[in-house]
């Protein structure tokens, strides 16, 4: 189970006055189990690469091999790679339709063909997993709130029973206890079953608590590609591109221009405090 | 996929074409297609064609833009040159085999009713191409104005194409990210019978009416914020003047109509 993009390039529109190229010539591979964090701003390509690792669009130049399935290849069948692969679009609660939550769960499990036997048991299996009670399952979906709606879209493509995960955005316009669940819910889930997730994202804070490998992309190429420790010691860089890095990194950063003996990179509040303090003492600073 | 459309599209520029008051656009090109309908011999059509393709060089709009309008319109091209060349029975038999008789009248009635088609996708494609959306729906508000008297809701009219027009590609864009959320989950849109395709285009359907009906919630909602109350007393921050160019568009136009409908009639 590995992903290999190579050369990779995607231009909209080719031959109008609208022809955007998107991607130029990426390369990635990600490997079985891995949890990656995609992270760029509106436009630098992020959207366009996950959209190719499922087959929705083809590289206009490069190959893209996901489970041994090139895309480009002649004759390809795309439905294992659909299986295989489940997206989750942004605001995806937007690509609900059925009467009932268990309804719309069920509606990817059906197109592959699944028997109705094991839907059932796959429609509870994902509610769980989302934190969702049962009760709701014959519930229109249309009445729930936005978070919940959320969480039924993603159980839809969970219960595809994907090996990789895709999220492009999960916690874009929820509040706050909304986003920390649904980000408790993914890391549960890749640590439990295993799977390789994907999360796209442009807020720093998510994914510096949540990956061990940040990809950032630019202008449709990759920029730095590594742990988060790593990545956000590119501070210079990252702001120029306007991303910036957690804010607990940049509270050590200034610390460490004001003299400070304080580590370079903290991804939580919590781990900052601690370096903070390490440094207070050792200045003969009291509690 | 869906971003193919071309009838409707506006490609900015700065061409003399470009410049012109909508006003003026639409109302040529209004006068165009009846001068189009007026004529009725070979030699009208070229003038008029020629004064098309001048037009259409004076915007330096890539021709390949327009061209690409027609191809909507291929299916009715063929089906009308068909018809007329096997229904006709005026001129002479040109070929008569079992029970098929083509007249060479036929042959002449179709390839001159096909060209008007063309001419006139192209000139109202000229017409799009060149003016924006928003000019040319300030443009029907004002020439509708006058027959507010008569009960025509000229304001109201202009205000649901602006936010028609507005919300075409929003919708669109809509309509292509619904699709391959749903394609994600294994949805098949293509294959099987008419009712089986009619059925599996559910999961697209529904969410984006509902997205369109919040949409047009939404949108309501905030026009009243800012206090929309229609057309009354209603004042523009651009107001639309004429200006010379407009008098040689008009003066060329006149001309050249006035010369296919010589050329028309004479012969």
Redesign the interface.
């Given at each position: 189970m590995s992903i290999d993009v190579k050369n990779a390039s995607y231009t909209y529109s080719p031959d109008t006055p609208f022809e955007r190229q998107a991607l130029r010539s990426v390369n990635l591979s990600i490997g079985g189990g891995e949890l990656v964090g995609i992270i760029g701003q509106t436009g630098s390509g992020k959207s366009t690469l996950v959209q190719m690792l499922n087959g929705l669009l083809k590289p206009t130049a490069g190959t893209v091999t996901v489970c041994g399935i090139t895309t480009t290849a002649k004759g390809v069948k795309l439905r294992p790679l659909r299986q295989a692969v489940g997206l989750v679009f942004q605001f995806a609660e937007h690509q609900l339709f059925a009467e009932t939550v268990a309804q719309d769960i069920a509606f990817g499990p059906l197109n592959l063909g699944v028997a109705p036997s094991e839907i059932a048991a796959r429609v509870d299996d994902a509610l769980l997993n989302v934190g969702l009670p049962l009760e709701i399952k014959e519930r229109s979906p249309f009445e729930l709130s936005g978070g919940q709606m959320r969480r039924v879209a993603i159980a839809g493509v969970l219960a595809m029973r994907p090996q990789v995960l895709i999220l492009d955005e999960p916690t874009a316009g929820l509040d706050p206890k909304g986003r920390d669940e649904i980000l408790a819910r993914i890391r549960t889930l890749h640590r439990e079953r295993g799977i390789t997730v994907i999360l796209v994202t442009h807020s720093m804070e998510d994914v510096a608590r949540l990956v061990n490998r940040l990809v950032v992309m630019h202008e449709g190429g990759i920029l730095h590609d590594g742990p988060p420790s790593e990545v956000f010691c590119q501070w210079e860089s990252l702001s120029r591109i306007g991303l910036g890095v957690p804010q607990a990194t940049d509270v050590l950063r200034r610390l460490r221009l004001e003299g400070w003996n304080v580590p370079a990179v903290a991804l939580t509040v919590a781990e900052a405090r601690q370096a903070i303090v390490a440094a207070w003492r050792e200045r003969g600073g009291q509690d | 996929m869906m971003?193919n459309v071309t009838l409707g599209q506006y490609?900015p520029g700065n061409s003399v074409v470009h410049r012109l008051d909508p006003r003026t656009k639409l109302m040529l090109a209004f006068a165009y297609i009846i001068v189009l309908f007026a004529v009725t011999n070979g030699l009208a059509y070229s003038v008029l064609a020629l004064a098309s393709l001048a037009v259409i060089g004076l915007s330096r709009i890539?021709i390949k833009?327009v061209l690409r309008g027609l191809r909507p319109i291929l299916m009715i091209l063929s089906l009308t040159v068909v018809l007329h060349v096997f229904t006709s029975r005026e001129g002479t038999l040109l070929l008569g085999f079992w029970f098929v008789r083509i007249y060479s009248g036929g042959v002449q009635q179709g390839l001159l009713l096909a060209f008007r088609l063309v001419l006139l996708v192209m000139s109202t494609s000229i017409l799009t191409l060149t003016t924006s959306p928003i000019a040319l729906t300030d443009a029907i508000e004002l020439v509708l104005r006058p027959l507010k008297r008569f009960g025509v809701p000229a304001h109201e009219l202009a205000m649901m194409m602006t936010i028609a027009l507005r919300f075409i590609p929003t919708l669109l864009e809509?309509a292509e990210?619904?699709m391959?959320?749903?394609?994600?989950?294994?949805?098949?849109f293509e294959s099987g019978g008419l009712l089986k395709r009619a059925r599996s285009l559910?999961?697209l359907l529904?969410?984006l009416f509902?997205?369109a009906f919040r949409r047009a919630d939404e949108l309501a909602m905030a026009m009243e914020a800012r206090c929309y109350r229609g057309g009354e007393g209603r004042t523009k921050y651009k107001v639309l003047m004429y200006s010379r160019l407009d008098v040689y568009a008009a003066l060329c136009f006149a001309l050249i109509s006035g010369l296919a409908l010589a050329v028309s009639f004479s012969l």
């Open positions: - | 971003q490609l890539p833009m809509e990210k619904i391959k959320a749903q394609l994600a989950r294994g949805a098949d559910l999961p529904i969410p509902i997205s």
